[in-house]
């Protein structure tokens, strides 16, 4: 009886470390493109200001102004390709739903009603492998697109 003890802490204490290294990596991801999102729609819109702002004066030199409007369209370029504000949303959506799924199996409620608990912590390890995978090809699916977009961008420069 011992050792299934000691079996199923085991493979308890291996899903929560697995649960926690995939919470830290999806935080970490979802921090990384919410700054980047913030970055690139400030940027742009202070730069597309600068740059009208800037045009107005006569004593200015003209590199100033290319180089602020050149920035706000470098800027909204990089939103539109990475998608970093999309990226931010989805990350959360698995961050939340990777939380969601731990409450249910510390309180035995949802589909881990009524198991044992090997069973559980089995069905709580096959759950945030489902969960994350979805979000892996989520986003792998985002990084192929920006991908195709830079490409045809390229192939359309060379024209």
Do not use: C
Request: charged share 20%; aromatic share 10%.
């Amino acid at each position: 009886m011992g050792s299934s003890t000691d079996e199923v802490r085991g493979l308890s204490e291996r899903a929560f470390a697995q649960w926690q290294s995939l919470e830290t990596t999806w935080r970490r991801r979802t921090l990384r493109n919410r700054s980047a999102a913030r970055l690139f729609a400030f940027s742009s819109v202070v730069l597309s200001v600068v740059a009208t702002a800037v045009s107005g004066i006569p004593t200015v030199p003209r590199w100033w102004i290319v180089i602020a409007s050149s920035g706000a369209a470098l800027a909204v370029a990089l939103r539109n390709t990475t998608k970093a504000h999309e990226q931010w949303i989805f990350g959360r959506e698995v961050l939340n739903r990777l939380y969601a799924e731990r409450f249910l199996f510390e309180q035995s409620a949802g589909p881990y009603v009524g198991l044992a608990e090997d069973e559980r912590t089995r069905l709580f390890s096959t759950r945030i492998i489902e969960i994350v995978m979805a979000g892996h090809d989520s986003w792998a699916g985002h990084v192929a697109n920006a991908v195709d977009t830079l490409n045809s961008t390229e192939a359309s420069a060379r024209r």
